[in-house]
């Protein structure tokens, strides 16, 4: 299937029923379908081929996303621009990436006037929500869609035609685009399809709360398929994600770790807010810490579900189903709470040394993927693409392990391990034994210059609101749980760590204060 089809099937499932709700006002798969088929044909008129670059700037909208899947309908392809990202930041994407074409709303009119000039190949700027004083080349999108059919075009497809050009951050600061097509989109669906069940005659309710130019986009179109509805946050605010759970019957929603967190600090959270319409809440995209997931089952109920996927592979290497927390009627293990699931049945799954050989059950290695998920490759960086995909392997740069069980285990990415005085460190042990301290909110342990031994651990930490621990108190800590090769040198505490859009610790941000003016060897 393209991935229009999705939607497409959820159209003719329902066609008259709500496919959106954004402040509550419903939008009907009609209205969103038809749309979407006069942006298509509009885009098809000014004679663009096939896999033309197109970028949507704007924060959670029906109408922007209804953009999106108008490139799609047209089978071009679309470049997620974060709304939260600074304008140079999205200058280089959309140029690296050759954008077309550009979607945006108003409020970033005045930004992107002024970037224009250094945008000479998009031919096409329109304008979702009006059209704002000052740029003569734009148009609003309700002008420029008038007189297009409302009727789906007629469009030759392939599987590997390339739907979604994605940035993701190098080591060098410059990001690579992901290549991702119909077949790995389509894929993805499958899989997240395949975990989510649900019964004849029920229809899914996806809250989109995370920026829809991110995870929350895609996991919303396995919720379109089903002809179910997808009511969107157009804000970061957490009385409004709240809210819309019980007033909307949410079934389904993903939220990233540190959100999570900060959701389970709100006093009495499981008395104030009613969480029972809930079948999967979906949290992934950074480790969570095995005592805040065990707090979250007690708060929100037996229904977390984590997942496990890269830009390169979207969103479905692995997941672990609500069911899976528990064994034999009980919570699970601690070592079961902290895998990513068993890998998706459409992939191939192993783990493999440096000499690109597979382990024996249990051993560390690389994480590798192959199959459908996997991207076609970084744009236009075919030596980049050679170095990640090897014989039809993707190497993740993740680093973990399979257990006896089958579960897979991230233990860290290959270049956040820390080499201290000869021994392998591996971070996110240390932030597990951290996280569950009760005045932790959240940590980041990264490796830090020291004459000694090359590399020292050092943890970085927010406290709780209003509560204390000191450092020496956390470094006995993992002292007792992990000895003292892994614990903690020092421990520096910090109002906020840095953080992408959709709330990952920015590592490489972090390390850089700790090493400037000092090369890293690994």
Same mark, same amino acid.
């Given at each position: 299937?393209?991935?229009?089809?999705?939607?497409?099937?959820?159209?003719?499932?329902?066609?008259?029923?709500?496919?959106?709700?954004?402040?509550?006002?419903?939008?009907?798969?009609? *209205?969103?379908?038809?749309?979407?088929?006069?942006?298509?044909?509009?885009?098809?008129?000014? &004679?663009?081929?096939?896999?033309?670059?197109?970028?949507?700037?704007?924060?959670?909208?029906?109408?922007?996303?209804? #953009?999106?899947?108008?490139?799609?309908?047209?089978?071009? #392809?679309?470049?997620?621009?974060?709304?939260?990202?600074?304008?140079?930041?999205?200058?280089?994407?959309?140029?690296?990436?050759?954008?077309?074409?550009?979607?945006?709303?108003?409020?970033?009119?005045?930004?992107?006037?002024?970037?224009?000039?250094?945008?000479?190949?998009?031919?096409?700027?329109?304008?979702?929500?009006?059209?704002?004083?000052?740029?003569?080349?734009?148009?609003?999108?309700?002008?420029?869609?008038?007189?297009?059919?409302?009727?789906?075009?007629?469009?030759?497809?392939?599987?590997?035609?390339?739907?979604?050009?994605?940035?993701?951050?190098?080591?060098?600061?410059?990001?690579?685009?992901?290549?991702?097509?119909?077949?790995?989109?389509?894929?993805?669906?499958?899989?997240?399809?395949?975990?989510?069940?649900? &019964?004849?005659?029920?229809?899914?309710?996806?809250?989109?709360?995370?920026?829809?130019?991110?995870?929350?986009?895609?996991?919303?179109?396995?919720?379109?398929?089903?002809?179910?509805?997808?009511?969107?946050?157009?804000?970061?605010?957490?009385?409004?994600?709240?809210?819309?759970?019980?007033?909307?019957?949410v079934t389904e929603l993903f939220l990233p770790p540190t959100v999570i967190y900060?959701?389970?600090?709100?006093?009495?959270?499981?008395?104030?807010?009613?969480?029972?319409?809930?079948?999967?809440?979906?949290?992934?995209?950074?480790?969570?810490?095995?005592?805040?997931?065990?707090?979250?089952? @007690?708060?929100?109920?037996?229904?977390?579900?984590?997942?496990?996927?890269?830009? *390169?592979?979207?969103?479905?290497?692995?997941?672990?189903?609500?069911?899976?927390?528990?064994?034999?009627?009980?919570?699970?293990?601690?070592?079961?709470?902290?895998?990513?699931?068993?890998?998706?049945?459409?992939?191939?799954?192993?783990?493999?040394?440096?000499?690109?050989?597979?382990?024996?059950?249990?051993?560390?290695?690389?994480? #590798?993927?192959?199959?459908?998920?996997?991207?076609?490759?970084?744009?236009?960086?075919?030596?980049?693409?050679? *170095?990640?995909?090897?014989?039809?392997?993707?190497?993740?740069?993740?680093?973990?392990?399979?257990?006896?069980?089958?579960?897979?285990?991230?233990?860290?990415?290959?270049?956040?391990?820390?080499?201290?005085?000869?021994?392998?460190?591996?971070?996110?042990?240390?932030?597990?034994?951290?996280?569950?301290?009760?005045?932790?909110?959240?940590?980041?342990?990264?490796?830090?210059?020291? @004459?000694?031994?090359?590399?020292?651990?050092?943890?970085?930490?927010?406290?709780?609101?209003?509560?204390?621990?000191?450092?020496?108190?956390?470094?006995?800590?993992?002292?007792v749980r992990l000895g003292s090769v892994k614990a903690p040198k020092s421990v520096?505490?910090?109002?906020?760590?840095?953080?992408?859009?959709?709330?990952?610790?920015?590592?490489?941000?972090?390390?850089?204060?700790?090493?400037?003016?000092?090369v890293r060897k690994i």
């Open positions: 299937m393209a991935i229009i089809d999705f939607f497409d099937r959820g159209w003719r499932i329902n066609p008259k029923g709500a496919a959106y709700i954004q402040d509550d006002r419903r939008y009907s798969f009609d *209205e969103v379908g038809e749309l979407s088929c006069r942006i298509a044909n509009g885009l098809l008129a000014l &004679g663009l081929q096939k896999e033309t670059k197109g970028a949507v700037w704007a924060v959670n909208d029906v109408t922007a996303w209804t #953009c999106t899947l108008g490139l799609w309908r047209a089978n071009m #392809c679309w470049i997620p621009v974060g709304a939260r990202n600074a304008a140079e930041e999205n200058l280089y994407v959309l140029d690296a990436f050759d954008c077309e074409v550009l979607f945006f709303q108003k409020d970033f009119a005045p930004v992107i006037a002024e970037l224009q000039p250094r945008l000479p190949k998009i031919k096409l700027w329109i304008c979702i929500d009006g059209e704002p004083p000052g740029f003569p080349t734009c148009r609003s999108l309700a002008d420029w869609v008038k007189g297009q059919p409302a009727t789906r075009p007629r469009v030759a497809v392939d599987m590997d035609d390339v739907v979604m050009l994605s940035a993701t951050g190098g080591t060098t600061g410059m990001p690579k685009g992901v290549m991702n097509t119909h077949r790995s989109t389509h894929t993805f669906c499958a899989h997240f399809m395949i975990a989510c069940h649900y &019964g004849a005659g029920e229809k899914p309710v996806n809250l989109a709360a995370a920026p829809m130019t991110h995870t929350a986009g895609l996991l919303s179109v396995p919720c379109t398929a089903r002809g179910g509805t997808v009511v969107v946050v157009t804000k970061p605010d957490p009385a409004l994600l709240l809210g819309a759970i019980p007033k909307h019957r900060r959701l389970l600090d709100i006093p009495d959270l499981g008395r104030k807010v009613d969480f029972s319409s809930l079948k999967y809440f979906m949290y992934g995209a950074a480790p969570m810490s095995v005592e805040k997931l065990k707090l979250a089952i @007690e708060v929100i109920g037996p229904v977390m579900m984590g997942g496990y996927g890269q830009t *390169e592979a979207p969103a479905s290497i692995a997941y672990l189903p609500p069911d899976e927390h528990f064994a034999d009627g009980r919570l699970a293990s601690d070592e079961r709470l902290s895998s990513v699931g068993h890998p998706n049945p459409l992939i191939s799954v192993e783990i493999m040394d440096d000499a690109n050989q597979v382990l024996p059950s249990g051993g560390t290695g690389e994480i #590798c993927v192959r199959g459908d998920l996997v991207m076609k490759g970084y744009y236009k960086a075919p030596e980049k693409t050679a *170095e990640t995909i090897v014989d039809g392997w993707l190497h993740t740069g993740d680093v973990g392990h399979i257990d006896a069980d089958g579960y897979l285990h991230i233990t860290d990415r290959k270049k956040d391990m820390i080499i201290s005085g000869g021994f392998n460190v591996y971070p996110s042990e240390v932030e597990q034994v951290i996280w569950g301290h009760p005045a932790v909110q959240d940590c980041a342990v990264i490796g830090v210059p020291d @004459e000694k031994w090359g590399e020292a651990v050092k943890a970085v930490v927010e406290l709780n609101a209003g509560q204390q621990v000191g450092a020496d108190e956390l470094i006995a800590l993992c002292k520096d505490f910090v109002d906020a760590l840095p953080r992408s859009p959709v709330g990952k610790v920015l590592k490489k941000d972090l390390r850089a204060r700790y090493w400037q003016g000092t």
